[in-house]
């Protein structure tokens, strides 16, 4: 009998692939890829095939018996800006998924690999969850003060709601009845204004609004910003890398390890302890913003994400935030799980699948 779940995650330089029995995980591995393995490959989407058989290959020899997988999950790509949920996977976003509609990354294979393993084995379709274009903005927040730019709604969409659902059911009720700030902090940083389901607000947290991280730089004054750009001493690139990539903690510190600045400041570096102080700051600045979207209506403040681990971190936030809304702290960021629960509530029939249009 079919009672299986197949989650697929790829990532830049890695492969991850869970299968879960209900919640209960019975199989996780994380198969790297090598520079050398993937430099052979022109694009992202020519690695598909490469891609798919290394998962194939892992689920056989691990003794994965493909005949009980009863939903096969992808992780979300870059796909055209929808509302949150589970999409079947069509044809329209397969096409969207290999053109890159939204930018080339590695997730855009979730959907595909997703897809034909379900065809493989028998099943009618494949399905993917809360991509990171989700977008659920309410007209006002997408005004920028230029006609010419709009914000964007790009964030740490899946963990972000599946933390939500998990306090919500922790707490004994729905996700859709609260209103919750999620701060996700990781190699990024995301905080969302969710209201009663739909998350109205969040800065982009993937190249250039927010919070500074380990490495991206986040929000940074616009005129010295240009003056670098027109400075003629930097390329396009370097300066696209001093947001995303060598920002942040690198930048001032040389390291994008949360753990080695915490260390460092326990330890009495000074300015260790003040850039962990910092990056703490704007994290409850953009969570104070969040709760005068949400009308100071908040249930609740979520922090989540690798750098949640940190007790120090977590104690200089909740020392700006507390006032506004009880905190909890869901550490860490578990997409494969993510992923199980949202194939659970497809079986149990708690949610509806959405056409991808």
């Known amino acids: 009998m079919k009672h299986l779940i197949l989650a697929i995650n790829p990532g830049s330089t890695s492969t991850k692939i869970a299968v879960f029995d209900q919640m209960q995980q019975v199989f996780l591995k994380n198969i790297k890829h090598t520079t050398e393995?993937?430099?052979?490959?022109?694009?992202?989407?020519?690695?598909?095939?490469?891609?798919?058989?290394?998962?194939?290959?892992?689920?056989?020899?691990?003794?994965i018996n493909l005949d009980e997988i009863a939903v096969v999950m992808g992780r979300g790509?870059?796909?055209?800006?929808?509302?949150s949920g589970v999409y079947r996977v069509n044809d329209l976003m397969k096409k969207h998924l290999r053109e890159g509609y939204n930018g080339q990354h590695a997730c855009n294979l979730g959907g595909l690999i997703a897809d034909s393993i379900a065809k493989s084995i028998g099943?009618?379709?494949?399905?993917?969850?809360?991509?990171?274009?989700?977008?659920?903005?309410?007209?006002?927040?997408?005004?920028?003060?230029?006609?010419?730019?709009?914000?964007?709604?790009?964030?740490?969409?899946?963990?972000?709601k599946a933390i939500s659902r998990m306090y919500a059911n922790d707490n004994g009720k729905k996700y859709e009845e609260l209103n919750l700030i999620v701060a996700h902090m990781g190699g990024g940083v995301s905080v969302g204004a969710h209201k009663e389901g739909r998350v109205i607000d969040v800065n982009q947290a993937l190249d250039g609004e927010g919070p500074f991280s380990p490495e991206r730089s986040g929000t940074?004054?616009?005129?010295?910003?240009?003056?670098?750009?027109f400075s003629g001493k930097y390329t396009y690139e370097e300066v696209k890398k001093m947001?995303?990539?060598?920002?942040?903690?690198?930048?001032?510190?040389?390291?994008?390890?949360?753990?080695?600045?915490?260390?460092?400041?326990?330890?009495?570096?000074?300015?260790?302890?003040?850039?962990e102080e910092a990056?703490?700051?704007?994290?409850?600045?953009?969570?104070?913003?969040?709760?005068a979207v949400l009308k100071g209506k908040v249930d609740a403040i979520i922090l989540t994400g690798g750098i949640a681990y940190g007790v120090p971190v977590v104690n200089r936030i909740k020392k700006y935030i507390s006032w506004i809304a009880p905190v909890a702290v869901y550490p860490?960021?578990?997409?494969?799980?993510?992923?199980?629960?949202?194939?659970?509530?497809?079986?149990d029939g708690e949610i509806q699948?959405?056409?991808y249009a």
């Open 37 to 63: 393995q993937l430099s052979v490959f022109g694009s992202i989407a020519d690695q598909y095939d490469f891609r798919k058989n290394t998962i194939l290959e892992e689920l056989k020899n691990n003794n």
């Open 77 to 83: 790509g870059l796909v055209k800006p929808l509302t």
């Open 123 to 160: 099943l009618e379709e494949a399905y993917i969850a809360d991509p990171v274009v989700v977008d659920e903005f309410e007209e006002v927040a997408r005004i920028s003060g230029h006609p010419k730019f709009e914000r964007l709604s790009i964030f740490h969409a899946l963990n972000q």
């Open 220 to 229: 940074l004054p616009m005129n010295q910003i240009i003056d670098v750009c």
């Open 243 to 275: 947001i995303v990539g060598q920002g942040g903690y690198v930048a001032y510190f040389g390291v994008n390890d949360a753990y080695a600045i915490e260390k460092a400041a326990l330890e009495g570096d000074k300015k260790a302890d003040l850039l």
């Open 279 to 291: 990056m703490a700051y704007q994290v409850a600045k953009y969570i104070g913003e969040a709760a």
């Open 332 to 347: 860490g960021e578990d997409e494969m799980k993510a992923l199980a629960m949202n194939a659970n509530m497809i079986l």
């Open 353 to 355: 699948v959405k056409e």
